[in-house]
């Protein structure tokens, strides 16, 4: 073999592991939903909320898809696939106000990539009825109280991370507070929402790990 023909076969080893590292190893840490960081989880959820009421849907596909690869240590392939499912999911519903059963095949799939992953028992399918059941709730002025969609999140979580639906119902109140700030208009106070957030997330982190 030449001199040429092994720095040739160099470099498509060099770019073949570059490309494994970067869709396919996944960061460091347990395949479980319950191990995420909740300061840099309700920071990244402010951004994608921020970008919900903005026109580019690839900063929102970002924000996704950093929040999977970190929080559930997806590789970058499973990230962006979920993250795809998700965006798709959120910028139908924005554009829309009937027909939610269109989502729920995105819904559904991306949830399916987090069953998979850490080999969890949840149903995918339950879990995306119960987050669209939420969504639409913010919508209706006679349930979207932050105590009514709070026990509508509550419901996803509890099934979500396989725990009592009582220890995560604070910490999804405090969220469904969060959203109902972020619905207030044009002139939303985002560090109020941010803060929510964080009380959110460090709340249900502690109710999850026990």
Do not use: C
């Not at 596909?61 to 959120?90: C, I, K, Q, V």
């Not at 119960?130 to 009514?148: F, G, H, K």
């Amino acid at each position: 073999m030449s001199r040429r023909q092994i720095l040739l076969a160099v470099l498509v080893a060099v770019l073949a592991g570059g490309v494994y590292a970067g869709w396919f190893y996944a960061p460091p840490g347990p395949r479980t939903l319950r191990a995420f960081d909740p300061d840099r989880t309700a920071d990244l959820e402010v951004d994608i909320w921020r970008l919900y009421y903005e026109p580019s849907n690839v900063h929102l596909f970002t924000d996704l898809a950093t929040m999977l690869h970190e929080e559930n240590r997806y590789p970058w392939a499973s990230a962006g696939l979920a993250a795809y499912h998700l965006e798709r999911a959120t910028s139908t519903f924005a554009a829309t106000h009937s027909g939610y059963e269109l989502l729920l095949p995105d819904l559904e799939a991306a949830y399916a990539t987090a069953k998979n992953w850490t080999h969890a028992n949840f149903d995918p399918a339950a879990v995306a009825n119960l987050e669209l059941a939420w969504w639409v709730a913010e919508r209706i002025p006679s349930q979207n109280s932050p105590d009514q969609v709070g026990g509508l999140i509550a419901d996803e979580n509890a099934l979500l991370y396989g725990v009592p639906r009582d220890r995560v119902l604070a910490a999804s109140i405090l969220r469904a507070r969060a959203g109902q700030l972020r619905d207030d208009g044009e002139n939303v106070d985002w560090a109020a929402v941010s803060d929510l957030l964080h009380q959110s997330y460090r709340q249900l982190h502690d109710a999850v790990s026990r």
